[in-house]
């Protein structure tokens, strides 16, 4: 059973019809007790940063996915859900995540090279729309994949981590982190669940992780 996170922030029913329609059973799940019910685990997230961690501590949510990670079940954070499981974000001030994995959130028009310009004549913020990946390693998630697949991404802020867990980047005036992966906690800064064909292989290649589980 797929457990997806209802902690009042993110596309929960496109997640989950999608899994249906692979042939997955999947539920929303709002409470520590349910996610220890769960095979797996999948953290969406459409908003603020600040908000969604403030609302998983509120509700137990945070020590209920470490523990899950502990107990060597896999995790998805999709968007937010991803940004989530790093260490800090800086939207909106300077937010501590669920630290799972090593790196920060920034925004895109922070530090941006040279030449590259956001906002205003430059471009737009949020990046929002389909662009490709770049794939950086093998990863079970990205396995039957075509060679830099479509994805489509909305977003403002982006993972910069110097850790070796990054799968797949992307380009947006700048080349930003897209996937990271580490044991069995995966992040995908984009929507599978919006990106056709490829993000349903993608939550495919994830629900039939527990086959490959040694």
Known sequence: MIGIIDYGMGNLRSVENAFHHL????KIIKSPKEVKEVDKIVLPGVGAFGDAIK???EK???????EAVEEQKY???ICLGMQLIFDISYEGGKFEGLKLLKGEILRFDTNPPAGVAYGGQGLKIPHMGWNSLIIKKTSPLFAGL??????YFD???YLATDADIVSAE???GRTFQA????GGIYGLQFHPEKSGNVGLKILNNFGGLELEKS
Do not use: M, N, Q, T
Request: net charge negative; with cysteine.
């Open 146 to 151: 075509e060679a830099e697949p479509y994805v």
């Open 23 to 26: 042939g997955y059973e999947s």
């Open 155 to 157: 977003h403002a802020y």
């Open 60 to 66: 137990g949510l945070d020590k209920a996915i470490h």
């Open 75 to 77: 995790f998805l954070g």
């Open 55 to 57: 609302a998983l501590r």
């Open 179 to 182: 996937a990271a992966e580490s």
């Open 170 to 172: 992307c380009v947006y």
